[in-house]
């Protein structure tokens, strides 16, 4: 089994920055992708950034060229480094990882969730 434990949310003014954590543990032979999702009260979950193996990064249009997704050297650990956040960036973040864990099988794993509200 694996888990992921985020950290890293809060209260933040408009125009301010916060990082977010995720940090992966248990049974993990190799990751495929790790990445962020958001859920805004009324509003589908979608993808915020993805960071795959070979260190290729995906970001939603929305956050592209202010949130910033990184992985520690380690490679069990992912960031999100949001600047300029905005009033519309508040939403749940959950952090995403794709695997290949126990007994070689793929599978995909999700945080419980940070809160990000940011404050006009």
């Known amino acids: 089994q694996v888990r992921l434990v985020e950290s890293g949310g809060g209260l933040v003014q408009a125009g301010g920055s916060r990082r977010l954590s995720c940090a992966a543990s248990?049974?993990?032979?190799?990751?495929?992708?790790m990445g962020w999702y958001r859920q805004a009260p009324g509003k589908q979950r979608e993808l915020v950034a993805t960071i795959f193996s070979g260190g290729n990064t995906n970001y939603a249009d929305s956050v592209k060229g202010r949130f910033t997704i990184s992985r520690a050297s380690a490679g069990i650990t992912v960031y999100l480094q949001m600047n300029s956040l905005k009033v519309e960036d508040t939403a749940v973040y959950y952090c995403n990882v794709d695997l290949v864990g126990s007994r070689y099988l793929q599978a995909n794993y999700w945080g419980q969730g940070t809160q990000v509200t940011v404050s006009s």
């Open positions: 248990g049974t993990i032979f190799s990751i495929n992708s």
